[in-house]
């Protein structure tokens, strides 16, 4: 799923489908030269004197020709479309190698990294830090540190089918982001991919006095923005708490007693101002779509001053993230800024009722879990008819296959049961990976200066 008339960079950039074709591409400025031609053509051939038959004869063939082009321009517009439908749009950080040969498919194509599989580490470079010598990684994610006794699953790593990821340097991703902002939006899952990016770019710092949350704030779910500087790198990582992306609201004085408060699904999280001017940007948004979170908390839909009470959860969630795409296609600089989309990511909970969690020692032999498949299908379709380059961290089957990575009984405090989030190091760390892989073989390059 690359974009070939991506403004970021040629043919490394995913773009997704649905947008017009660029006014520079191949295909189209062939296709409307072709069209010019044939005018000039046939204004030579039908002077002004030309009979009716012969001018019904010249408006026919200008007619064809528009055809033709209005066919050329929607082949080139859907082409990916048309070859595997809207699981197509999820083809998304494929790597395609450099002079380096990072990331180089088998072939020397593009590698489709989302389709893989874990595999044992046996280069000995997982995992990837220690959770507890990173400041920023919260008690209740490290596993380790909690009481868990076997350390297997922290020797896995994410082995796609056609190419290797490139393997991870912190010193070299930090040179490389030197000098830029790097922000994720989203849930708790977004928090703790927030410090695992965090983390592992600390094993590049040789003074870890110079990286500091910048209000000095602890880090914790209760606070909405948090924000790590590399001092001597002027890179900040920076956090923001917006569960649904949009705007949280106090129930209008016409709601019925039931509504405490709403969703504005027509508008982003009021935070969203502060997401722009960002280099690399991370959204994710899915755990909190749920009735629970919703509608039995008093929480209901609403676009402008109407209340949408008959909103399922699917089409509120289509309808938030239809406000993302407009939001990201007007407001985000995409000549400097990288935006990804994180899917949803499976939890393994033995019941519906969260009370089950029984972490394996090994990942599953088979994709298994809530993996709201649902969800990744109206992500695929928004994506797919945005108009700007997007690039789709497909994670849903890769989290799926790990059931031994949860959280389970190792949580802080260790009365509460986890089998939605991660242990770190872990799976948010393959995610990371990609990211970084992506940037240093496709995207760094327009990341320059």
């Not at 046996?122 to 995992?127: C, E, L, Q």
């Amino acid at each position: 799923m690359v974009a070939p008339g991506s403004s970021r960079g040629g043919p490394s950039r995913v773009a997704a489908r649905g947008g017009v074709a660029a006014p520079g591409s191949p295909r189209a400025s062939s296709a409307a030269t072709a069209f010019a031609a044939l005018r000039r053509r046939w204004r030579w051939a039908a002077p002004s004197g030309a009979s009716a038959l012969e001018r019904a004869a010249r408006a026919f063939l200008l007619a064809s020709a528009a055809l033709v082009l209005a066919c050329a321009l929607y082949l080139y517009v859907f082409r990916y479309v048309g070859r595997g439908g809207r699981a197509r749009a999820f083809a998304a950080a494929g790597f395609v190698g450099d002079d380096a040969g990072l990331g180089l498919g088998l072939g020397g194509g593009a590698c489709d990294v989302f389709d893989g599989a874990w595999v044992p580490d046996d280069t000995g470079r997982h995992p990837l830090y220690n959770s507890s010598e990173c400041p920023f990684a919260e008690r209740g994610f490290d596993c380790l540190a909690n009481g868990r006794n076997d350390t297997g699953y922290l020797k896995w790593r994410w082995k796609p089918r056609r190419c290797d990821v490139p393997r991870f340097a912190a010193r070299t991703a930090l040179e490389r982001l030197r000098g830029k902002r790097v922000v994720f939006v989203g849930d708790s899952m977004s928090r703790t991919q927030w410090e695992s990016f965090i983390c592992m770019l600390m094993a590049g710092v040789d003074d870890p006095r110079t990286v500091f949350e910048v209000n000095g704030n602890e880090i914790t779910k209760t606070i909405r923005h948090l924000a790590v500087r590399f001092a001597s790198h002027g890179l900040t990582v920076e956090f923001f708490r917006s569960v649904f992306l949009v705007q949280e609201h106090p129930a209008p004085r016409h709601a019925p007693k039931r509504v405490k408060s709403t969703l504005r699904l027509d508008r982003m999280d009021n935070f969203s101002r502060k997401w722009v001017n960002s280099d690399v940007l991370i959204f994710n948004t899915g755990h909190w779509w749920t009735a629970t979170k919703l509608f039995d908390m008093g929480c209901y839909f609403q676009a402008g001053r109407s209340l949408k009470l008959g909103t399922s959860i699917d089409a509120g969630f289509r309808m938030a993230l239809e406000t993302w795409a407009s939001w990201v296609q007007k407001r985000v600089d995409l000549n400097r800024t990288h935006v990804f989309f994180r899917t949803y990511e499976p939890s393994h909970w033995g019941d519906t009722s969260q009370k089950v969690c029984e972490v394996t020692e090994q990942p599953s032999s088979e994709a298994k879990g809530n993996d709201k498949s649902e969800f990744g299908a109206i992500l695929a379709d928004v994506v797919t008819n945005m108009k700007v380059p997007i690039t789709v961290l497909n994670v849903t089957l890769m989290g799926a296959f790990r059931s031994d990575a949860h959280v389970g009984t190792w949580s802080y405090p260790p009365t509460i049961l986890d089998c939605s989030h991660w242990c770190l190091p872990g799976v948010p760390d393959a995610w990371n990976e990609l990211i970084f892989s992506y940037l240093l073989t496709n995207g760094w390059r327009n990341m320059e200066g």
